[in-house]
């Protein structure tokens, strides 16, 4: 569930797994071991600014926690800014 925090775009591989922690198959274990090497074939992968000038983040949020009537699902949005 770390890989969650720090690469936004495993969200769904790894919940996928995770659901299955109590009871595991084989085809679950195969899975998880593929992100696993799918993350020590990307480690050094990155993005590096370099400049001489200040940069300044901006960043905003829209969550909606719940509130839909008819799935109770969770909606969010987010916009940056570099």
């Known amino acids: 569930m770390f890989l ?3 690469k ?5 591989s790894v ?3 995770a659901r299955y922690m109590s009871n595991p198959s084989i085809i679950h274990i195969k899975v998880a071991k593929r992100i696993l090497r799918y ?4 480690i050094n992968f990155g993005i590096h600014y370099a400049c001489n000038y ?3 983040l901006i960043g905003f949020s829209d969550s909606n926690w719940g509130s839909d009537l008819d799935d109770r699902k969770r909606t969010s949005a987010n916009c940056f800014s570099l």
Do not use: H
């Open 8 to 12: 936004p775009y495993f969200e769904f």
């Open 54 to 56: 200040k940069l300044k």
């Open 4 to 6: 969650i925090k720090t």
């Open 15 to 17: 919940s996928l797994v």
């Open 39 to 42: 993350v020590k074939g990307i």
